[in-house]
């Protein structure tokens, strides 16, 4: 039997369990931009940019060991996006760190369920 190559086009969908599904979807809807597709009270689903990111309610978070990033396009936009998400009351777990020696630059952000949110660029190599 022969296997056929196969080649994946991208990660598409992410699902969480959340404690709050709805107070986790506006934190996303708010910093990010995400849009609402549909929600009820077992969870929401979130788009942007083709990307479905879900919230199901669960009686615990999963937020151990686990960090989502979303990538820009230049490290001047992590900065920038930094400096947005502060002035609109957002708590930074930190000021933006990195630079073109370290190859990449980021900072982090923590959602309603504990869970890091990294903004990050990465140098070319």
Same mark, same amino acid.
């Given at each position: 039997m022969r296997l056929v190559a196969r080649r994946m086009r991208g990660v598409? &969908? /992410?699902? /969480?369990?959340?404690?709050?599904?709805? !107070?986790? %979807?506006?934190?996303?809807e708010s910093a990010f931009g995400f849009r609402r597709r +549909?929600?009820? @009270?077992s969870g929401v689903?979130?788009? /942007?940019g083709?990307?479905?990111l879900?919230? !199901? !309610?669960?009686?615990?978070? +999963?937020? @151990?060991?686990? #960090?989502?990033?979303?990538?820009v396009d230049t490290a001047a936009e992590v900065d +920038?996006?930094? &400096?947005?998400? %502060?002035?609109r009351g957002f708590a930074l777990v930190?000021? =933006?760190t990195g630079d073109r020696w370290e190859g990449s630059r980021s900072?982090?952000? +923590?959602? =309603? @369920?504990?869970? #890091?949110?990294a903004i990050f660029y990465d140098y070319p190599t």
């Open positions: 598409g &969908q /992410l699902a /969480l369990a959340s404690t709050d599904p709805t !107070r986790a %979807a506006e934190f996303y +549909a929600g009820d @009270d689903d979130l788009e /942007l083709g990307f479905e879900s919230f !199901r !309610r669960a009686e615990r978070a +999963a937020r @151990d060991g686990m #960090q989502i990033g979303f990538r +920038a996006w930094a &400096q947005d998400l %502060a002035l930190g000021p =933006p900072f982090r952000v +923590a959602d =309603p @369920d504990g869970r #890091q949110v």
